[in-house]
């Protein structure tokens, strides 16, 4: 129990996952922000100038719902039956969010990527002969004494 704490211990603090978490947490924050974006700002904007049109309004109805149904006692004869439903138009929000949200997360990336100094290449070291080179250069001068 204890070596497999260690091990995990070891794995949990690894600034990869550390970082990973990080942005995980920021990225679920972010995702708020921009699903805030679009249904309060974006959409009302479309549906303003859509004569307001709502994309999660849009279904495709399998069954009717039906209401519940009280006698005169206020006894339940019929209890309700929710709408059976494909609900495309709101798969279609979720679509426009995601490639909102993707699209904002480009731009910050680039963003972030232009801030970040163009680390210039160390020069290269001077390249030093080979042990072939070397060899021969000892054999010729064993040569000449």
Not at 13 to 41: E, H, Q, R, W, Y
Not at 54 to 76: A, H, M, N, Q, Y
Not at 134 to 139: D, T, Y
């Amino acid at each position: 129990m204890g070596k497999l704490f260690k091990e995990f211990k070891e794995f949990a603090v690894k600034g990869n996952v550390m970082d990973m978490a990080i942005g995980v947490v920021i990225g679920g924050a972010f995702g708020k922000i921009v699903t805030s974006l679009v249904s309060d700002i974006i959409m009302p904007l479309i549906g303003a100038v859509t004569g307001g049109l709502s994309f999660t309004e849009w279904k495709w109805v399998i069954k009717e719902g039906v209401s519940e149904v009280l006698g005169p006692d206020g006894e339940v004869i019929t209890k309700a039956v929710p709408e059976l439903a494909l609900t495309w138009g709101n798969f279609i929000q979720v679509v426009f969010d995601f490639i909102i949200i993707a699209f904002c997360i480009f731009m910050v990336v680039k963003a972030l990527s232009s801030l970040k100094k163009k680390e210039e290449p160390a020069p290269a070291a001077p390249a030093g002969p080979t042990q072939e080179e070397l060899l021969a250069e000892i054999r010729d001068l064993l040569k000449n004494k």
